[in-house]
């Protein structure tokens, strides 16, 4: 129920809708009718805030499934799973030894 992203927007908005509302009627002393408006108002505040930040972070989802998608992929044709750490453009070490890398240009406070 909550995987889809408006389902999720649309729980907070009416969850904050109702705790803003008690918080406008019983700590500010508003009437209700102007406590109902007041709490409307701040949880589409809430609810926008909440949808930005799951926009934002879409991409990331979005990422990490297609790479579980290519993986599961990868397993059903049989090939080796890639590594989670592994970048595939790094440069792999001769079989003669390790790979060595540019010297640092400050020396060891050693």
Do not use: I, N
């Not at 008690?22 to 700590?27: H, Q, S």
């Not at 799951?54 to 579980?68: C, D, G, K, N, V």
């Amino acid at each position: 129920m909550f995987r889809y992203r408006r389902v999720r927007v649309l729980t907070v908005l009416l969850g904050g809708w109702v705790a803003l509302t008690a918080v406008e009627r019983w700590a500010e002393q508003e009437a209700w009718p102007s406590a109902v408006l007041g709490g409307l108002l701040w949880s589409c505040v809430v609810a926008g805030v909440w949808w930005f930040a799951e926009w934002t972070q879409s991409p990331l989802r979005t990422a990490r499934e297609s790479r579980a998608a290519r993986e599961s992929e990868a397993r059903t044709a049989g090939a080796a799973p890639v590594a989670k750490d592994e970048a595939p453009h790094e440069r792999q070490a001769d079989a003669g030894g390790p790979a060595t890398g540019p010297e640092p240009s400050t020396p060891s406070r050693r």
